[in-house]
């Protein structure tokens, strides 16, 4: 559909088993490409990122004096932050179905997140008005035990700035947020 757009918005996952000579071959991307951080993150005491984006691997060496691309420990793999913006420059020569593809065909990976933006440039098939009506009336049935909602004003004349309404936990493995894509692009152009 031509006002419905679905991009992937953010992808993260664990290569087990894979050192970082066979995590750039999955990726599609040249080691050369990528600078050392000054620490690492999420229980990993190395990270890199990509040159050219935002897109972050963690690893742990099994020696720090050793080349870490060979003596990495494989047990603990290679874990792959892909942000949204890294998303976005990812693809502009890759193809992100494509390396969801390849990951798949790979016999250790876990996908520990991903996230889909659906865009409806003229609130005709997902319309923030009828879902927050809807949930409101409980005309929904769902896994999740709750819902909030998050609404910010404009203090002069009372009107919306931003209305989010938040589908379960963000420590939950399923989560969805659902916010006014028209509000958003009339703050943006308001800003310009």
Not at 12 to 37: C, G, N, R, V, Y
Not at 44 to 63: C, E, I, P, R, S
Not at 117 to 140: M, T, V
Not at 167 to 174: T, Y
Request: aromatic share 12%; net charge negative.
């Amino acid at each position: 559909m031509k006002n419905l757009s679905v991009i992937i918005d953010w992808l993260e996952f664990t290569m087990l088993h894979t050192d970082l000579t066979q995590a750039m071959k999955i990726l599609d991307l040249d080691w050369d490409t990528f600078s050392p951080l000054a620490k690492g993150r999420y229980g990993y005491n190395h990270q890199l990122k990509w040159n050219d984006g935002n897109v972050f691997l963690m690893f742990t060496a099994k020696d720090e004096t050793a080349d870490v691309n060979t003596l990495i420990d494989l047990k603990a793999g290679v874990h792959v932050i892909i942000s949204g913006q890294g998303c976005r420059q990812y693809s502009v020569n890759h193809d992100l179905l494509d390396l969801i593809h390849r990951l798949h065909k790979q016999d250790r990976i876990n996908f520990s997140r991903i996230d889909l933006a659906i865009d409806d440039f003229e609130s005709k098939i997902i319309s923030y008005d009828k879902i927050n009506q809807a949930a409101k009336q409980g005309f929904f049935t769902s896994r999740w035990s709750k819902w909030d909602e998050i609404c910010s004003r404009q203090t002069s004349d009372n009107s919306y700035l931003g209305r989010t309404m938040y589908f379960g936990s963000q420590a939950s493995d399923l989560f969805c947020r659902v916010y006014d894509k028209t509000l958003e692009r009339k703050a943006k152009s308001d800003a310009e």
